[in-house]
């Protein structure tokens, strides 16, 4: 039946030797290397899932009274868009399990580009040629955050709709253009109900649209330049040692695609994430305590609470506070990961040669060192992104925590850098001692070979 | 086949059916939950033992019955030094050479397609107002001496706030107003000593009102802490001390909270006597900074 369906279209379009040629194509093995593919997966469970979410969702803020099956919310005034998310949740069959499926599966995603990432630039593997994919990575992780960003700001919840606030003001903030940004992006002043449709074409059509474009060229420079891997036996710069694509490699795959779903599933029944039902409708005079954006936006989020109090005033015009948390600093983080590969290669003395073996993060420890102190820095500004949550568990004032997370950002990135930069050096110590020991024992077997050939 | 091959593979094939039969069954679960409308935990439940099974089973079968690594596929590097790319561009110069008038008429392409691209920015100014000086007013300035009214419209009398009581206020006519949301306030009688930039003569009563959206990222102001005298915001700890005009103590915000010129008319209602004293909210590069 299959064999029948392949040589109907065979017969039609020739792609036999095309096909025979990407099946066998070879896979490097190594656990790390699925972590994009945990990305990839995501993204289509995303994909699935948003779809079916789409169809009842309603991007509208006028008002309407709730009258649907949750009793807390009866006779509430609330936006069709809260309304119809709380609808889908409590009335739709299976809605609440897909809209939870959907939610952890963002989460998951943006953890699996994240680590995915970290594991390109501690091994090396954005150096010449994969430059360009790098780029698109980054790329990618940024679209991701914002595509995120949107979707969680759309059911028109209490926690959300104050995201939506936060972010006009980062907006508003930008020197000279801002004020006309802030207007031209969201329809005018906040809150004016045209921006609900920008943010959910943005985020069901607009931002996917490009990351599938993104995904789509990201995939095939893996596929045209072939994966990289790690050094050993048999493994050189001119070749790839692995598994086939067909079977082996495919059943791997697709198997670990069922494997995330089923994993996102089981989340997604059991775990409640965004309860927008306990959040209640969003008005603009209204706040919640403790509130919190989902982990990826945490960083900057700890960035808006951690800096100082101060702006810059000069000739009349003004930079406002949150210009510096909310656009320079994330600006600097992704301007300098953009700029990475090519900052090393210019301080590494122009290294143009092509690398298709990985490097080992104890071999490379300034770079190694890099990226541990960065990763402290943003756990610092993701601990003061819930730096309420930390006063109130500590009993410490808010004041204190403040305070001590302003000296961690910076101390704890130096410490962390030297720490790591001790212990890839000690790392690397113990290689030569474990290489020249068992050398040593080589020897020594010879010799002894040697003596009892020569008795 | 040694006996122990054939004992381990018969191991792998009864595991690697287990999954996919207990796939079977999660999925024909799930399909009875739908119908009988159960709860998301248990649809949950069952969808990741019909996906999981498939999935351990596809993963186990490729381990355990599928020829395994160590095929090795050469890689060209993609670099190529034998010219390659200089014979293709050798190629597009030499074809070019046969397009006539490529320097006229390839300038007009260009000038054309830049006046397109410059007319197509054009519609984007369609996506918004300008913003003038919306950011400069709020609703108090639509209408003359507005009384201050709850969320639900009711009007606020002189004897409504206990001393120390907090409440959020809009001018009448504008419930809910996102720029005029005010946090009106009744002073402590036995902590009155309003301190300077307070504007002394916009409190009466012990009444004093300031704007509620923070100077800092927009946020409502949502909490008034009696104890310290201070509005807080939920969002980023930003502390503004209510006796000294609002100003900022704690967090990032870096302007106190406009106040709000009221008064008490002769029913002993609040109004408010005109609009903020400087722009609401956070800053922007013109923001106007000798009042509003």
């Known amino acids: 039946m299959i064999a029948r369906l392949a040589r109907y279209i065979d017969d039609r379009v020739r792609g036999g030797e095309y096909a025979k040629k990407g099946m066998s194509k070879v896979f490097p093995e190594h656990w790390s290397f699925l972590l994009g593919e945990i990305a990839l997966y995501s993204f289509v469970i995303l994909i699935a899932t948003g779809i079916f979410l789409a169809l009842f969702f309603k991007a509208d803020w006028s008002d309407t009274t709730y009258q649907g099956s949750y009793a807390p919310l009866h006779g509430v005034e609330v936006s069709k868009s809260y309304d119809s998310t709380i609808s889908l949740i409590f009335d739709v069959p299976a809605g609440a399990l897909i809209r939870q499926i959907h939610h952890w599966a963002a989460l998951v995603f943006l953890a699996a580009i994240v680590v995915h990432l970290l594991r390109i630039f501690f091994t090396g593997a954005f150096k010449r040629p ?101 050094p050993g ?18 059943a791997k795959s697709v198997g670990l695609f069922f494997l995330i779903a089923g994993v996102l599933a089981g989340m997604g029944g059991l775990f409640q994430i965004n309860p927008i039902w306990l959040y209640g409708p969003y008005h603009p005079d209204t ?169 | ?105 390839g300038g007009a392409l260009a000038a054309a397609l830049g006046a397109l691209g410059l007319a197509v920015v054009f519609p984007f100014r369609s996506l918004g107002p300008r913003p003038g000086d919306a950011l400069r007013r709020t609703d108090y300035a639509k209408v003359p001496r507005p009384k201050l009214v709850t969320s639900e419209g009711r009007p606020v009398h002189r004897d409504d706030l206990p001393p120390g009581g907090f409440l959020t206020v809009f001018p009448e006519g504008f419930e809910g107003s996102a720029n005029a949301q005010t946090a009106l306030i009744r002073l402590d009688p036995d902590r009155t000593e309003v301190q300077a930039p307070t504007r002394e003569e916009w409190v009466v009563e012990g009444y004093i009102a300031y704007s509620k959206i923070c100077t800092h990222a927009g946020c409502p102001v949502g909490e008034y802490q009696q104890e310290f005298q201070t509005l807080f915001c939920p969002c980023h700890q930003s502390s503004f001390e209510v006796l000294r005009g609002a100003s900022p103590v704690l967090g990032p915000a870096d302007r106190p909270l406009p106040q709000l010129p009221i008064g008490i008319d002769e029913a002993g209602f609040l109004v408010a006597l005109g609009d903020f004293d400087e722009a609401v909210g956070p800053g922007w590069w013109t923001r106007p900074k000798d009042g509003a």
């Not at chain 1, 990351?211 to 420079?221: K, P, S, T, V």
Request: hydrophobic share 50%; with cysteine; charged share 20%.
């Open chain 2, 1 to 105: 086949m040694s006996e122990q091959r054939q004992k381990s593979e018969r191991a792998a094939v009864r595991s690697i059916l287990a999954g996919f039969v207990v796939a079977v069954i999660a999925a024909v679960v799930f399909m009875v939950e739908y119908a009988l409308d159960a709860s998301t935990q248990v649809l949950g439940v069952a969808l990741l033992f019909a996906f999981g099974g498939i999935g351990y089973s596809l993963t186990a079968w490729a381990h355990r019955l599928m020829p395994r690594g160590g095929e090795v596929e050469d890689r060209k590097l993609m670099h190529d030094p034998e010219g390659e790319q200089q014979a293709a561009a050798d190629y597009f110069r030499s074809r070019l050479a046969g397009v006539q008038r490529r320097g006229l008429l």
């Open chain 1, 233 to 250: 036996p048999g493994r050189t710069n001119d070749n790839v040692v692995g598994e086939r694509l067909w079977p082996t490699y495919t």
């Open chain 1, 287 to 455: 706040v919640t305590t403790f509130a919190q954006p989902d982990w990826y936006m945490g960083w900057v989020e700890g960035a808006l609470r951690l800096m100082p109090s101060f702006r810059v005033e000069a000739f009349g015009y003004e930079i406002p506070n949150v210009f510096f948390s909310g656009v320079l600093v994330p600006g600097v983080t992704f301007g300098l990961m953009y700029l990475y590969p090519f900052i090393e290669q210019r301080l590494t003395g122009a290294d143009r040669r092509e690398h298709h073996l990985l490097d080992r993060p104890r071999e490379h420890p300034w770079r190694t060192s890099l990226g541990v102190a960065i990763l402290a820095y943003h756990a610092v500004l993701l601990a003061a992104g819930a730096q309420d949550i930390l006063a109130e568990m500590t009993g410490a004032s808010i004041n204190l925590i403040i305070r001590t997370l302003q000296v961690l950002v910076f101390v704890l990135p130096i410490v962390a850098w030297v720490v790591t930069f001790l212990l890839c050096n000690q790392l690397q110590q113990a290689d030569t001692y474990g290489a020249r020991k068992a050398a040593l024992r080589r020897r020594e077997e010879d010799e002894v070979e040697v003596g009892s050939g020569l008795g």
């Open chain 1, 130 to 230: 994969r430059e360009l994919n790098w780029i698109i990575g980054v790329t990618l992780l940024v679209l991701a955050i914002v595509e995120g960003f949107a979707g969680y700001s759309l059911p028109d919840d209490l926690l959300s709709g104050v995201g939506i606030r936060i972010g006009y003001s980062i907006a508003q903030s930008i020197p000279v253009v801002g004020s006309w940004l802030a207007f031209l992006v969201f329809g005018g002043e906040f809150p004016a109900d045209e921006f609900v449709s920008r943010l959910y074409i943005g985020h069901v059509f607009v931002v996917p649209l490009i990351m599938m474009g993104l995904i789509g060229i990201h995939l095939f420079l893996v596929v045209r330049q072939k994966h990289t891997q790690f």
